[in-house]
C-alpha cells in the first residue's frame, strides 16, 4: 500500500510542475452544518471562505486546498467554550490532552493538527498572524515538548463570524508556521442587534463547577461603518480524579495524620476570573477605501498542582539519599551535634532519634515545618493583547490592504506551599518565581490585481512584504525564589522546590526581526481548470534566508464533481524563546523526582553534549482529493502526505554528572529528527425531512500517522514512541443535527481508535489504551423569537479513558495507581468523564 502510494506521490508530484496538466484531484470537507433551513435554495447556500487565497473570497468547493468553515451556529452548540474543545469535537484531525502537572503547558494547551506540535500550525485572526504566547511547553507530552504556538483559548466563541481552518501547507503564502495548515477565526461584524448568554455546569463526580457569561453588541460606525463587541468572564473550579498514593497511605497507616488525602491531585486546573474582550470595527471612508481596526484584552489565573514531597525521602528536602532524614546543622560550624535519623519505618515522627533531633535547637528537618510532606500549588496568571489597524481600499484598479499590528502575551507565575529548602526554616512558602512576555509587531502590505489575458477566464495577481519583529523577555524572580541559602552545603536543595525563580543572569529580553516578500499567482484557465501558484522569500536576522513554493489546481469534471491536489514546501523557524530560553523544572524522570535545567543550544555545556544552532525545521507537503454533490448528500475525501526535516524539540536530558545524579540534568532545543505524516479525511453529509422537522448528518474521519524517519543523535526511543503513537491513529465524529419549530437538537458521536497511554512522561508506563465513543448531546427550546434555553451534555455516558496499569520498572512490579492517578493523562477525550451544562441565550 505504502510503494504505491509513493508511486502516486511522485506521479503527480510530476503532473504538478507543468501548468498543461488538468488531472488534478481535489478534496473538499466541510465539517460544520449550518441549522437547517426549509427551502432548499437556503440549503445549498455555499460557505464562503477568505483563508487560502489572495483574491476575492471563495466557495470552498472552488478552493484547490481543503479548508473547512464552522459557523457560528455549529460553534454555539458544540456544548464547550473554550475554543481549543469546540475545534477537537468538530475537526478529527485536531487534537488537544488536559495536561496536568505539566508547569505552564497546564495553563495554555498545546494543540495539534494533523499529528504535528501546536507551532506547526498557524493562527490568524481576520486574515492576519496572531501573536505566540509567552508559554514555551516544557512538558508537551512528547508531541509537544518545547512547542512555542498562540493561545487559541482567549479567543470565545461569542466573538466569532466562523472559523476557517485550511489543511494544507501553506507557508508560501502566509511565512513561517505553516506546515499543519492554517486557522483563521472570523470576527463578528454585524452592526446592529447582540445578545447574552449564561451559562453553567459541572462534571458528573460534582466537581469542575463553571460559571460563564459573555455578550456580543453591534453597533454602526456612522451610516457607513460598524463597532462589534464582544466579552467573556468565566470561573472554574479544579477536577479531582485522583486515589491516594500508596506511599502516603502507607504513612497515614502508620499514624501520621498530616498527609493529605489525596496528597496529589490529577485533574483540570482551577480558572479564576478568566475575562476577554475583543473588538473589530470597520468604517468607509469613501468608495475605495476602508479603514479597520481589531483587537483584544484577556486575563486570567490558573492554578494547578504539583508532584507529592515524600516527607520520608524527597532529596533535597526531606531525605539525604542514603536513607536517612535531611537534618541541617544551624550552628554555622558544624557544631550542633545533629543526630543521624535513619527511616525504618513510615513514620518517623514518634521515632527517638527524631525527637531528639527535633528538640536541638541547633538542628533542623522539614518534617517539622511539613511532618506530612507538601504538593506544591503552581498559578500562572496570563494576560494577553492585541491590536490591529489598517485601511484597505482600491487605487487604480489595484486592491490594497496596508496594516500595523502589534500583539503581546504574558505569563507570570507563582508558587506557594513550598519552599527553598537551602534557606531552612527561614524560608518562605509562597514564591512569586518570575514572568515570561512575548511580544511581537508586524507591518504587512498585500497587493491584489486582477489582469485580462485573452486565452484565460480570470488572472489575479498578488504580492506583499511583511516585516515583523518579536522579542522573548524573561523576568527575574524574587530573590528567595533563586537564592542559594547557608544550608545548601549540607545537601539542602536551591530555589522553590518544583519551579525554582528565574535568575537575573537569565533575565533580559532577546529580540529578532524578519521581512519577508511574496507573489502569488491564481489562474482560472477555463470555466472548468483552475491553479494557483506562490513564492515566498523570508530574511532572517539570526539565521538567514528562506524560501518556499506552492502549486495547487481544482479540476471541474462536472458541476457536482471536482478534483484538487496541491503541492508546497514550507518551514517553522525556530522561535526566539527557544532559542534563548533558560529555565529550571523539577519533573519526574523514571519516577524520581529531578531538578532539571533547559540550556540554549550555543551553551558550552548544551555543544559539548552535541548540540548546534537551531535553523528552521522544513517541510513538503501533498495532498490529494475530490468532492462529490449528488442530491442531498455532500462527499469529499483527503489524502495527505507531510514530509518535516530537522525537527526542532526539546532534547532528552542528559546527566551534569553521571556519577552524581544529585546535581540534576541539562536539556537543549535541538534539530535533531526527522518524521513523515500521513493521512486521509473523509466526510459525507446528508439533509433531509425527518420527524417532522429539518435534519442533517454529518460523518467525518480521520487516519493519521506519523513515523520518525531519522532518529537523530539526541532523541530517545520512548520520545520516538511519543511522536508516534500518543495521538490515536484513527478519530472520527457522526452528528445529528434536527430543528423544529420551537426547538432544535445537536446529538454527535466521536469516535478515539487506540493510543499510547503514558502517565507522568515515564517510559515504563506505556501502555496500549482501548478505543472509546463519547456522545455529546445539546438540545434548546426557543421560548421566544429572543429567548432560548438550552441543556446539554459533554460524554453522556460518562466514558472514562482504561486505568494506569501496573508496569514492570527495574525489575520490579508498580502499581499504576503509585502517583495517585487513576487514568492516562494522554488520553484525547480527558479523563474527567462527563459534564452537562445549562445554558440561556437572550438574543436583541
Not at 440549503?43 to 464552522?70: C, F, H, L, M, Q
Not at 533547559?598 to 522544513?618: H, R, Y
Not at 513523515?676 to 466526510?683: C, H, Q, R, Y
Request: charged fraction near 20%; aromatic fraction near 10%; charge should be negative.
Amino acid at each position: 500500500m505504502k510503494k504505491n502510494y509513493n508511486a502516486l506521490h511522485k506521479a503527480v508530484k510530476l503532473a504538478l510542475t507543468s501548468t498543461a496538466t488538468a488531472g488534478l484531484l481535489l478534496s473538499q470537507s466541510v465539517y460544520a452544518v449550518d441549522d437547517v433551513q426549509t427551502d432548499k435554495a437556503e440549503k445549498n447556500i455555499e460557505k464562503i471562505a477568505v483563508v487560502g487565497t489572495r483574491g476575492a473570497p471563495r466557495s470552498i468547493d472552488d478552493s484547490p486546498v481543503p479548508v473547512d468553515v464552522i459557523g457560528v451556529d455549529e460553534i454555539s452548540k458544540s456544548g464547550n467554550t473554550d475554543m481549543l474543545e469546540v475545534l477537537k469535537s468538530t475537526v478529527p484531525a485536531f487534537s488537544v490532552q488536559t495536561n496536568p502537572i505539566s508547569d505552564a503547558a497546564s495553563f495554555i494547551r498545546p494543540a495539534n493538527l494533523r499529528g504535528l506540535p501546536a507551532d506547526s500550525t498557524l493562527i490568524l485572526v481576520n486574515g492576519k498572524r496572531r501573536h505566540r504566547s509567552s508559554v514555551i511547553a516544557l512538558q508537551g507530552a512528547g508531541i509537544n515538548d518545547g512547542a512555542h504556538g498562540a493561545d487559541i483559548s482567549v479567543i470565545p466563541s461569542i466573538a466569532l463570524k466562523q472559523v476557517e481552518i485550511l489543511r494544507d501547507g501553506a507557508a508560501a503564502q502566509y511565512g513561517s508556521d505553516a506546515i499543519a495548515g492554517v486557522i483563521n477565526f472570523v470576527l463578528n461584524d454585524s452592526d446592529e442587534g447582540g445578545s447574552i448568554t449564561a451559562r453553567t455546569g459541572e462534571y458528573f463526580e460534582g466537581d469542575g463547577q463553571s460559571v460563564e457569561i459573555s455578550g456580543n453588541l453591534g453597533l454602526p460606525l456612522t451610516d457607513d461603518g460598524f463597532a462589534n463587541l464582544s466579552f467573556q468572564y468565566k470561573n472554574a473550579d479544579a477536577t479531582d480524579r485522583s486515589v491516594q498514593r500508596p506511599d502516603a497511605q502507607a504513612m497515614i497507616d502508620e499514624g501520621n495524620t498530616f498527609v493529605s488525602t489525596p496528597a496529589q491531585v490529577w485533574g483540570s486546573p482551577e480558572i479564576k476570573d478568566d475575562l476577554t474582550v475583543f473588538l473589530n470595527a470597520g468604517i468607509e471612508i469613501n468608495n475605495d477605501t476602508q479603514a479597520y481596526a481589531f483587537g483584544n484584552y484577556s486575563d486570567r489565573e490558573v492554578t494547578g498542582g504539583y508532584y507529592f514531597r515524600n516527607p520520608l525521602n524527597r532529596g533535597g528536602v526531606f531525605g539525604d539519599g542514603d536513607g536517612n532524614i535531611l537534618v541541617g546543622d544551624l550552628t554555622g560550624d558544624m557544631s550542633g551535634k545533629c543526630p543521624q535519623v535513619p527511616v525504618t519505618d513510615n513514620n518517623v515522627l514518634d521515632d527517638p532519634a527524631y525527637l531528639a533531633m527535633a528538640a536541638n535547637p541547633n538542628c533542623f528537618s522539614f518534617n517539622e515545618m511539613f511532618p506530612g510532606g507538601f504538593t506544591p500549588q503552581f498559578t500562572g496568571k496570563i494576560s494577553d493583547s492585541s491590536f490591529v489597524a489598517g485601511v484597505k481600499g482600491k487605487f487604480n484598479e489595484i486592491d490594497y490592504d496596508i496594516s500595523l499590528s502589534t500583539g503581546k502575551n504574558e505569563s507570570g507565575y507563582w508558587l506557594r506551599d513550598t519552599v527553598n529548602a537551602s534557606l531552612g526554616p527561614a524560608t518562605p512558602t509562597d514564591f512569586y518565581t518570575g514572568s515570561h512576555i512575548q511580544r511581537e509587531t508586524a507591518l504587512n502590505i498585500d497587493l491584489v490585481k486582477e489582469l485580462e489575458v485573452n486565452s484565460i477566464e480570470s488572472l489575479v495577481v498578488a504580492g506583499g512584504f511583511e516585516y515583523r519583529d518579536e522579542s522573548f523577555e524573561v523576568i527575574a524572580g524574587q530573590a528567595e525564589s533563586y537564592a542559594q541559602g547557608d544550608l545548601y552545603t549540607q545537601g539542602f536543595s536551591v530555589g522553590s522546590n518544583g519551579f525554582p525563580g528565574f535568575k537575573p543572569e537569565a533575565a533580559g529580553k532577546s529580540s529578532r526581526t524578519n521581512s519577508a516578500l511574496y507573489i502569488d499567482v491564481e489562474a482560472q484557465y477555463t470555466e472548468d481548470f483552475m491553479m494557483a501558484y506562490a513564492v515566498r522569500y523570508e530574511d532572517y536576522d539570526s539565521f538567514g534566508t528562506d524560501t518556499n513554493y506552492k502549486v495547487a489546481a481544482q479540476y471541474s469534471i462536472t458541476d457536482d464533481f471536482s478534483l484538487r491536489s496541491s503541492l508546497s514546501t514550507g518551514f517553522r523557524a525556530p522561535t526566539v524563546g527557544q532559542e534563548n530560553y533558560r529555565n529550571v523544572q523539577t519533573a519526574l524522570d523514571g519516577g524520581v523526582l529531578i531538578d532539571s535545567a533547559l540550556i540554549p543550544s550555543n551553551d558550552p555545556i548544551a555543544v559539548a553534549l552535541g548540540a548546534k544552532e537551531l535553523t528552521p525545521e522544513q517541510s513538503e507537503s501533498f495532498a490529494v482529493g475530490a468532492v462529490w454533490n449528488i442530491a442531498d448528500f455532500h462527499f469529499t475525501v483527503d489524502l495527505y502526505k507531510i514530509d518535516v526535516t530537522d525537527r526542532i524539540s526539546q532534547s532528552d536530558k542528559f546527566a551534569v554528572d553521571p556519577n552524581d545524579a544529585s546535581k540534576g540534568k541539562v536539556s537543549f532545543f535541538t534539530n535533531d529528527f526527522d518524521t513523515e505524516t500521513s493521512g486521509i479525511d473523509f466526510v459525507a453529509g446528508y439533509r433531509t425531512q425527518l420527524l417532522g422537522g429539518d435534519a442533517s448528518f454529518n460523518l467525518a474521519y480521520n487516519y493519521n500517522e506519523t513515523e520518525v524517519t531519522n532518529q537523530g543523535l539526541v532523541t530517545t526511543d520512548f520520545k520516538v514512541s511519543r511522536i508516534e503513537n500518543d495521538i490515536p491513529k484513527h478519530k472520527g465524529t457522526l452528528a445529528w443535527t434536527q430543528s423544529w419549530d420551537s426547538v432544535s437538537m445537536l446529538a454527535r458521536a466521536n469516535y478515539f481508535g487506540e493510543f499510547q497511554g503514558v502517565h507522568a512522561d515515564w517510559d515504563d508506563t506505556a501502555n496500549t489504551v482501548s478505543s472509546a465513543v463519547t456522545v455529546d448531546l445539546d438540545v434548546t427550546y426557543h421560548v421566544s423569537e429572543d429567548i432560548a434555553l438550552s441543556l446539554g451534555a459533554q460524554n453522556l455516558f460518562d466514558e472514562y479513558p482504561d486505568e494506569v496499569a501496573d508496569f514492570v520498572s527495574g525489575g520490579e512490579i508498580l502499581p499504576g495507581n503509585l502517583l495517585g492517578a487513576q487514568y492516562y493523562e494522554t488520553s484525547p477525550f480527558g479523563f474527567n468523564g462527563g459534564s452537562y451544562y445549562l445554558r440561556a441565550t437572550y438574543n436583541f
